[in-house]
Nanobody, 123 residues
Framework: QVQLVDTGGGLVQAGGSLRLSCAAS????????MGWFRQVPGKEREFVAV????????YYADSVKGRFTISRDNAKSSVYLQMNSLKPDDTAVYYC????????????????WGQGTQVTVSS
């Protein structure tokens, strides 16, 4: 079992930055690929970024490429999402997710989800 706790959301002006954190419980964190997804009311949850178990590969949605950076610290059982140059369109609830198969995680298929953290970007 893996439990995920998302933190770091908030209200920021367009052009600003936020850093999301996801703390995982369990001793097998390093065996999981980790990802961030986001959802706005009335829309499906969408892929934002994924990082493989050792951080060797990262993947990003086109809409955030060059602005967001996903990273992880296996010693701290944590994954992060650094978000720069934020836009109003980035407003959403952000969820971290864990799946041992990163290919399935890229498709939004996950064994575990965080509770979500709200990011609001004002114009």
């Amino acid at each position: 079992q893996v439990q995920l706790v998302d933190t770091g959301g908030g209200l920021v002006q367009a052009g600003g930055s936020l850093r999301l954190s996801c703390a995982a419980s369990g001793r097998t964190f390093s065996s999981y690929a980790m990802g961030w997804f986001r959802q706005v009311p009335g829309k499906e949850r969408e892929f934002v970024a994924v990082i493989t178990w050792n951080g060797g590969r990262t993947y990003y949605a086109d809409s955030v490429k060059g602005r967001f950076t996903i990273s992880r610290d296996n010693a701290k059982s944590s994954v992060y999402l650094q978000m720069n140059s934020l836009k109003p369109d980035d407003t959403a609830v952000y969820y971290c997710a864990a799946k041992q198969d990163y290919i399935l995680l890229l498709r939004g298929i996950s064994d575990y989800w965080g509770q979500g953290t709200q990011v609001t970007v004002s114009s």
